[in-house]
């Protein structure tokens, strides 16, 4: 968020909502940088050899592989990506 979301990130603010439930841990991350969907970035060829891939990506592939929910809106201006893990 703010390395790519600003040309220049300072005095921008940055808002990390936690919210922990019994089985559930929920992480609503907002900023006022461009928008930018996560979810419609497509998944990198981790088949390709190394010189043939694009660069970046990987961070957002970690965060689809790893979560179980991602959801992006873009509401008054602000980025809201909510992230969800279920706690077993």
Request: proline share 5%; glycine share 10%; with cysteine.
């Amino acid at each position: 968020m703010v390395r790519h979301g600003f040309d220049d990130a300072a005095g921008q603010e940055f808002v990390a909502h936690l919210t922990a439930r019994y089985e559930e841990l929920t992480t609503e991350l907002c900023d006022t940088g461009r928008a930018f969907n996560p979810l419609k970035v497509p998944a990198p060829n981790l088949e390709a050899p190394l010189a043939e891939r694009s660069l970046g990506g990987l961070g957002i592939h970690l965060v689809r592989s790893l979560m179980d929910g991602l959801e992006y809106r873009r509401e008054n201006g602000k980025n809201v990506l909510t992230v969800r893990k279920r706690i077993r």
